[in-house]
């Protein structure tokens, strides 16, 4: 079983940057992949992106790419979202997902553990 907390949402306006943390507890971590998945009210949940076991490989939502930035720590058991630029349309839950192998995928059914959930909010 793995434990996913997540931390460092909130609010920011347009054009600010946020950096979302997710702690994992239980095995061993390099195992897993690590997710990024957002919903928006009203829509159903998106893959933001995907970075491996190893860190060495990455897969980013077209929305997203070239503004956010996914990469872990595996010393630390933790997972990062460094989101630049942001706009309204990021609003949403972000949730942190990990896969219980180590290959990137985009596909929110093959991932096995979720956290809770943070807030992002962007204004105009």
């Known amino acids: 079983q793995v434990q996913l907390v997540e931390s460092g949402g909130g609010m920011v306006q347009a054009g600010g940057s946020l950096r979302l943390s997710c702690a994992a507890s239980?095995?061993?971590?390099?195992?897993?992949?690590m997710g990024w998945f957002r919903q928006a009210p009203g829509k159903e949940r998106e893959f933001v992106a995907a970075?491996?076991?190893?860190?060495?490989?990455?897969w980013y939502a077209d929305s997203v790419k070239g503004r956010f930035t996914i990469d872990r720590d595996n010393a630390k058991n933790t997972v990062y979202l460094q989101m630049d630029s942001l706009n309204p349309e990021d609003t949403a839950v972000y949730y942190c997902?990990?896969?219980?192998?180590?290959?990137?995928?985009?596909?929110?059914?093959?991932?096995?553990?979720w956290g809770q959930g943070t807030q992002d909010t962007v204004s105009s």
């Open positions: 970075i491996s076991g190893s860190g060495r490989n990455s």
């Open positions: 239980g095995r061993t971590f390099t195992n897993y992949a």
């Open positions: 997902a990990a896969d219980n192998q180590p290959y990137v995928r985009s596909r929110d059914y093959q991932y096995d553990y």
